[in-house]
């Protein structure tokens, strides 16, 4: 398995993984919403191509996904909001989700951003070093219970970044 930035050439690709790891939780269309959301997200100012990054097989088809996007704290552009992930249902439980993970958590703390949020499940994300967003001062912009609304800091993170978190504008859309 290979761990690449997405290319132009992935955008179907990605679209078919996650409408696959998504299906149970279809949107109103009948398409899963995450499917749509990566789609409305390249389009978005939030968008930053380095942490758009797919897995492929040995036969280079993209097997998983994972995006993060500007995120803003306190009205601060010193986040990133994670999500989504998804990897087609063939490659669960195969550590791809795991490899996607810390490749873009990697990829965030090289670049010194200083915080990671997302919105997941509580039983998953704390072996990446997420916890309550709570914990650090960082609220959520709906009411998520805090053991949802989740946060890692990086290297660069410091105890000033508190305040709502805002995810980019199509999440707002969700």
Known sequence: MLIRRETPADVDA??????AAFAKAEGSDGVPVEATLVDALRVDPGWLPAYSLVAADSDGQ???HVVATRGLVGGAAVALGLGPLG???????RGVGSALMH????????????????????????RFGFRPAV??????PQPWGPQYFMARPMHAWNESIRGEFRYASPFDDL
Do not use: F, K
């Not at 990605?14 to 409408?19: K, Q, T």
């Not at 990897?87 to 439980?93: D, E, I, K, S, Y």
């Open 14 to 19: 990605i679209r078919a993984v996650h409408s």
């Open 62 to 64: 993209v097997v998983g």
């Open 87 to 93: 990897v087609l249902p063939g490659w669960q439980r």
């Open 103 to 126: 490749a873009v958590l990697g990829a965030a703390d090289a670049r010194d951003e200083p915080l990671v949020v997302l919105l997941g499940h509580p039983d998953y994300y704390p």
């Open 135 to 140: 914990e650090l001062g960082v609220t959520p």
